[in-house]
DNA sequence: ACGATTATTGCGTTCTT
DNA sequence: AAGAAAACAATAATCGT
C-alpha cells in the first residue's frame, strides 16, 4: 500500500497549461511525458524537451562523469542501465584478438545469464515486453506505458501474480492505467490485442483494483467521445457539440447503468446529424463495440429530452 | 440502412432457509 | 447472514421495410 499514488504522475501535479491544439483549439496541457489535447486527445508531442543533461560523454571532460549513458525508462526491468559487452571492439574501439573474442564471448553469455537472475525478474521483462506490445498496439503513449509497468512492479511486489497468467496481468494492468487517466479503452479491444481472454482481463483488473485500491473513477461518456470522434473522421464542431450532449445526458441522468460507449455514440450520432455530417449508424456502433440497436435506444432517448430541455 | 420486436444477459433487490 | 429466485433494465439478435 505504500506505493499508492505512484500512479497519479505528473498529470495531475505538474501540469502547464501551453498553447492550443492545431486540431480543434482546445486547451493542451503538457505533463513531463507528452502533450495531449483536452479536447480531442490528439497526442501533440511525447518527445518532450529533456531539460537534463545532454546523454553524451565527453572524454576530454573527466569532470563530469555522469553525463553519460541512455535516458532511464522504467518500462524496461533494469531502467535502461544494461550493461553490453561488445563482440569485436575493446572500450576504446580497437579489434580484439580471437582470444579475448572468445573469452569475451563467454563473459557475455554469464552477464546475460545474470541480468535476469531471479524468475522475478524473468517475469518482470516478460510482463514490460507484453505491456509495451499492447500499449503500443492501442496507440497509447509513453507515459501510459511507463504507469502501466510501475504499476506492474507493485503488482508483482504485492504478490498478485500466483496462479494467473502473466499476459492476464499485463492487459489488465493497461486497462487499469488507461482508465485512470480518463483516456478508456474497453475490455474488449484490449483483450484484442492481449493473449489471453476478455475474462482473464477483467478478472485481473479487478484483482488489481480491490487489492491495490486504483483511483479509478467510472468511465463517463464524454471520454470516449475523442476517440470515436477521430476513427470516424468527424469535425470539431461535432465533437464539441457531442460533448455538450454527453453533458445533457448526465444531467437527465439517461445513462445511468449504461455502456458510456453506447451513449457516447449516441451523442456523436445527433451531433453529426445536426451539422449534416451523416456517419453510418453500424460504422459508428463498430467502432463503439455496440449494436446498431442500443445505439438507436440511446439516441432516441437523448433526443426526446433534449426537446423537452428547449 | 434503418426501425420495431423479441430474446438474452447482467445485476440489484427481495424472499427464503 | 447467506444463498436462491423473481424482476427489471440494458443490450443483442432477428425480422420486416
Known amino acids: 500500500m505504500a506505493t499508492r499514488n505512484i500512479y497519479k504522475t505528473a498529470v495531475d501535479e505538474d501540469v502547464q497549461p501551453t498553447n492550443t491544439c492545431p486540431e480543434c483549439d482546445g486547451r493542451v496541457t503538457t505533463n513531463t511525458h507528452e502533450t495531449v489535447c483536452d479536447d480531442c486527445g490528439l497526442i501533440l508531442s511525447d518527445q518532450a524537451i529533456d531539460p537534463g543533461p545532454e546523454w553524451r560523454s565527453f572524454p576530454e571532460d573527466q569532470s563530469n562523469p555522469e553525463r553519460t549513458g541512455a535516458p532511464l525508462t522504467p518500462s524496461l526491468h533494469d531502467q535502461g542501465l544494461s550493461t553490453t559487452i561488445d563482440k569485436h571492439h575493446d572500450g576504446k574501439g580497437r579489434s580484439l584478438s580471437p582470444q579475448k573474442q572468445r573469452q569475451l564471448r563467454r563473459l557475455r553469455r554469464e552477464q546475460g545469464r545474470a541480468q535476469c537472475s531471479t524468475t522475478r525478474e524473468r517475469n518482470q521483462m516478460r510482463g514490460f515486453y507484453e505491456i509495451r506490445r499492447i500499449v503500443s498496439a492501442l496507440g497509447l503513449g509513453r507515459s501510459i506505458r511507463d504507469q502501466t ?104 441522468g439517461i445513462d445511468n447503468g449504461c455502456n458510456p460507449a453506447g451513449v457516447a455514440a449516441a451523442c456523436l450520432e445527433l451531433a453529426s446529424n445536426d451539422a449534416g455530417e451523416h456517419v453510418l449508424q453500424c460504422e459508428l456502433a463498430a467502432k463503439a463495440d455496440v449494436s446498431t440497436a442500443t445505439l438507436r435506444n440511446h439516441r432516441d432517448a437523448l433526443a426526446e429530452k433534449l426537446v423537452e430541455t428547449q
Do not use: M, W
Not at 482508465?179 to 479487478?206: G, Q, T, W
Not at 471520454?223 to 454527453?246: G, K
Open 149 to 252: 509497468c510501475a504499476l506492474f512492479t507493485t503488482a508483482q511486489n504485492e504478490d498478485l501474480l500466483h496462479g494467473r497468467s502473466l499476459e492476464a496481468i499485463a492487459a489488465g494492468c493497461v486497462y487499469a492505467i488507461s482508465r485512470c487517466n480518463s483516456l478508456p479503452r474497453s475490455v474488449a479491444e484490449i483483450a484484442r490485442f492481449a493473449k489471453c481472454n476478455e475474462d482473464s482481463v477483467r478478472n485481473a483488473f479487478a484483482v488489481l483494483n480491490t487489492e491495490l485500491g486504483l483511483p479509478t473513477p467510472p468511465p463517463t461518456p464524454r471520454q470516449f467521445i475523442p476517440q470515436l470522434a477521430s476513427a470516424l473522421c468527424l469535425s470539431p464542431e461535432v465533437r464539441h457539440r457531442a460533448v455538450e450532449f454527453t453533458e445533457q445526458a448526465r444531467k437527465q
